[in-house]
């Protein structure tokens, strides 16, 4: 549970640095948005370092996870609903996640 939600973590800090820059770009946003994205960002590579798997692995499963946080983020922040074949294919890959991630050492 302590991976996956690190994952979650690295996932949800990297949409975010993401998402600040594309309101303050498409959406008239201030430009001040772009210092918490920039914050976002850096605690997203700082949060993949924390990763015990090697980087390779890490980059491997986080893309599983990834998925799975912006359908999320569609439904949440942008207020889009999830189409079943969102879910299914977030589930998909959080599957693949689980068999990358949680593999027997």
Known sequence: MKTFLLYLATAFAEIAGCYL????????????LL???????????????????ASG????????VYIGAAILWLWMVDGVRPTAWDIGGAAVTLAGMGLIAFQPR
């Open 57 to 64: 692995r890490v980059y491997a499963a986080y893309g599983g």
């Open 21 to 32: 820059p594309w309101l303050w770009l498409r959406q008239g946003g201030s430009a001040w």
């Open 35 to 53: 210092l918490p994205a920039a914050l976002c960002l850096a605690a997203f590579a700082w949060l993949l370092t924390l990763h015990e798997a």
